[in-house]
């Protein structure tokens, strides 16, 4: 494969290298001179602090691994063994340990530069999936990592988590047995954990490296969310980003090292340094404090959903579709209309009468497995909606059809996107508490807010938010300070 010219290096060892092996020419064009916006903000620190993150993980990672035993009877031992005797042992796995929660600090403000920032939209948005699918790797790698240890909240975590996969109908209590490799938690569990979770890194650096490849084609977004126009408005990456982002990592190490030497078992939960028990169960089961707020989404659902009837809602909203477009009387076929009630009518009838079956327990219509197909049941919306609050990031860019990208010039979908963030704290808070009481209906509304943050007020403000006056250019908006104030638009 013939790559394109390149200049020769002074340096001889380097020159016989790269006339060989282009990749000093590769690293010279896109982390050298390779042209970045120049109004970045510390936001876009993160995602060199977490491919930092994902060296140090793995690093220790497979360091721990060398005097880690992945056997039911002996894996707590071993860790016991890690902290007391292995030379620093001790420090590896603070390291680890607090790392993971770093690791996850990092990438929740980096999915939230993206979102306020507009980054995921056109021409990014292949970018925005693959790092949907690096969260979602994560939180894999993170779920099966915390089983090893085989203390009470390993074993327990493991058995909520698996058993969520119970709630699939027909073939759910099959998948979980596969997953656990038997019928409960137990030694296959962990073996099989441990052989994904040492595999999982090398996957995820694999996407993260696609990420950063689709980046590289694209550019990097900045805050005002417009496009570079002229050099004028870039920078080479270096000495002005590696230096910014090698400043951003080492405050980031700081309050990290703080944890790992000061507090390195505030994030995690006591009840691990017990000994796995598969006959005491404990007062609370509560995940890492990075899953709280999925966790809660799972949880606040304690209803089922009638199907027929929310499908009848989804015909209802598309029937009336035509009435809040730009179409006039004449254009809206009234027909077609009239026949898309009617469905939508269908299924409220059945949505009623399985409804009214089940609560009387007479079989009207279609006998009784009918009711077991027109419901779902409380935890298996649980389920649905967890997956379903990080499969929604996959199609956001597509969602969101507003011109503009930065929250910046969006006064609308700015407070929206912060109200976000609240409510993304409400739901971890709401995780960490037992499900009960007070705690229910505030995560209900939590959860709602979050939903309908993507279902309804996203698409609802491509519509609707006005557009707003951009800058000219990225160096005009530098130089004359118009980065913050626009003007509106007028017709
Ligand atoms: C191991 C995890 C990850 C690593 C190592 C990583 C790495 C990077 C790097 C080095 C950049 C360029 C620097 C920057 O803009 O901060 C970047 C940009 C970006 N990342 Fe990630 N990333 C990760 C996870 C994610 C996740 C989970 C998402 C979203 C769900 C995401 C979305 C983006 C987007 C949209 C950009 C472009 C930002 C812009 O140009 O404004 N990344 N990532």
Redesign the pocket.
Known sequence: MASGPREKFDNNVIEWVDSRLPIFTMLQKEYGVFPTPKNFNYF?????I??IM?GIMIITGITLAMHYTANANLAFDSVERIMRDVNYGWLLRYIHANGASFFFIA?YI??F??LY?G??KQP?EL??MF??T??LL?MATAFMGYVLPWGQMSFWGAQVITSFFSAIPLVGEEITVWLRGGFSIDNATLTRFFALHYLMPFV?AAV?AL??WA?HVTG???PLGIDVKTKQDTLPFNPYYTIKDSFGVLVFMLFYVGFVFFAPNVLGHADNYIPANPLVTPAHIVPEWYFLPFYAILRAFTFGVNLPILIGLAITAFAMKPFFSNKTKEEINLKTVGITFAIAGIFFLIGYFSQYQLESGETMILGGSFISAAFIDAKLCGVLAMFGSIAI?FVLPFMDKHPVRSARFRPWFRIATLLLVLDFFVLMVCGAKPAEGFWVPLSQVAMLYYMGYFIIGIPFLSKFEPVLDLPDSIHQAVTQGKTKKSVKKKA
Do not use: E
């Not at 876009?44 to 060199?48: I, R, S, V």
């Open positions: 876009w620190n993160f995602g060199a977490l491919m994902l990438v980096h999915i530069r993206g920032y980054s995921y990014r970018l925005w790092g949907v690096i969260f994560m995820i993260v990420h950063v980046l990097s977004n900045n990031l």
